[in-house]
């Protein structure tokens, strides 16, 4: 059983940066394709970021290009998401997903099967 634990989130002022993981357990993750998705109060949830399985392929929401970054290390099973230059609008609880296996490479949220429990991002001075 995949299990998702995402950490990394905090206070943090604008223009700063804060890098998210989200480490697994019980499965190989190179065998997933993976996204970070985020909600704000009163929102709904939206992608952020994802990548394949192979880290070959990337996508960004239009908010956070040249400011995110998304990578993986499937040796140490873990995705990573580098947030530079934040804006109080990032602020959210930043969610990581995984699809199912051999899956073809989709970023939305009825492609994910698996999701960790979510990392509090504010961004306030």
């Known amino acids: 059983q995949l299990q998702l634990v995402e950490s990394g989130g905090g206070l943090v002022q604008p223009g700063g940066s804060l890098r998210l993981s989200c480490a697994a357990s019980?499965?190989?993750?190179?065998?997933?394709?993976m996204t970070w998705f985020r909600q704000a109060p009163g929102k709904e949830r939206e992608v952020v970021s994802c990548?394949?399985?192979?880290?070959?392929?990337?996508n960004y929401t239009d908010s956070v290009k040249g400011r995110f970054t998304i990578s993986r290390d499937n040796a140490k099973n873990t995705v990573y998401l580098q947030m530079n230059s934040l804006k109080p609008q990032d602020a959210a609880v930043y969610y990581c997903?995984?699809?199912?296996?051999?899956?073809?490479?989709?970023?939305?949220?009825?492609?994910?099967?698996?999701w960790g429990q979510g990392t509090l991002v504010t961004v306030s001075s």
């Open positions: 997903a995984a699809t199912a296996p051999f899956r073809p490479f989709n970023c939305e949220v009825r492609d994910m099967r698996n």
């Open positions: 019980g499965f190989a993750l190179r065998y997933l394709h």
């Open positions: 990548i394949s399985a192979s880290g070959g392929s990337t």
